[in-house]
Nanobody, 115 residues
Framework: QVQLVESGGGLVQPGGSLRLSCAAS????????AAWYRQAPGKLRELVAS???????NYADSVKSRFTISRDNAQNTLYLQMNSLNTEDTAVYYC?????????WGQGTQVTVSS
């Protein structure tokens, strides 16, 4: 019954921007740690960014200064603002919520950066 629905992915040119959204049905969303992961073809899934219940953020070195993770607890929504995109950012992006050591995942949204 817990659902995470991502949106906002698509095709953009290098240097462009996208904002990903994750709408969560989880009642305890506001007190759970949330994160964005991504997986490119032939590569392992990697943590892109995370945000704690208090708003403390963490980013992978490859996206620092370009991506911003945020959350709107009133709307139970997680966001990832992605700027200055490059081809290496091409991947399926997944929303993740951790509650009591249990991970919940969205279906993923495709981000393709290409000219």
């Amino acid at each position: 019954q817990v659902q995470l629905v991502e949106s906002g992915g698509g095709l953009v040119q290098p240097g462009g921007s996208l904002r990903l959204s994750c709408a969560a049905s989880l009642i305890t969303f506001s007190i759970n740690e949330a994160a964005w992961y991504r997986q490119a073809p032939g590569k392992l899934r990697e943590l892109v960014a995370s945000i704690s219940r208090r708003g403390t953020t963490n980013y992978a070195d490859s996206v620092k200064s370009r991506f911003t993770i945020s959350r709107d607890n009133a709307q139970n929504t997680l966001y990832l603002q992605m700027n200055s995109l490059n081809t290496e950012d091409t991947a399926v992006y997944y929303c993740n919520i951790r509650r009591n050591f249990v991970n919940y995942w969205g279906q993923g949204t495709q981000v393709t950066v290409s000219s």
